[in-house]
């Protein structure tokens, strides 16, 4: 085994899904329901939420380090009421990383990005590979790379 991608744990974005919009504005979120033919990729189950779908839209930090690096940025989060724990997946990329480019942010034990790379359609796990290859990659954080956004961590097995 190479890697582990894993969404995020829900628990800390359940409460959001019983606030009010009102609430949720409060802390700069807000309740969305997910339009056909539009990506809203789910941080937590990693596939993109399905029409008529309610997700939150909320900012995330998703790199929590003491660098220049540290970044946060907006991501949505579907409810999962029902839906079991989220997938992890080994060697192998999750459905939300399909038909998108991906950027990939390798960064070393300190938090300090190393190397970086373009996943085009279909070639995530090819490019999540190479980084690897690499003894001073510790951990590569995947984003959408026309919008920017975290799409999920990716750590070595």
Do not use: W
């Amino acid at each position: 085994m190479v890697y582990k991608i894993e969404g995020l744990d829900y628990g800390q974005f359940a409460p959001l899904f019983a606030m009010s919009d009102e609430e949720l504005a409060r802390q700069s979120a807000m309740r969305v329901h997910a339009r056909a033919g539009e990506g809203y990729p789910c941080r937590v189950t990693l596939q993109d939420a399905g029409e008529g779908e309610t997700v939150i839209l909320l900012n995330h930090v998703s790199h929590d380090v003491s660098t220049p690096y540290r970044s946060s940025f907006a991501i949505y989060v579907r409810e999962m009421g029902g839906m079991g724990d989220a997938p992890v997946y080994i060697d192998c990329t999750p459905p939300v990383f399909e038909g998108r480019p991906i950027a990939l942010r390798a960064f070393d034990a300190e938090g300090m990005l190393q190397a970086a790379a373009l996943a085009l359609p279909g070639k995530a796990d090819l490019e999540i590979r190479a980084l690897f290859a690499r003894d001073d990659i510790a951990y590569i954080h995947a984003h959408n790379a026309a919008h920017g956004c975290f799409a999920a961590y990716v750590n070595r097995c």
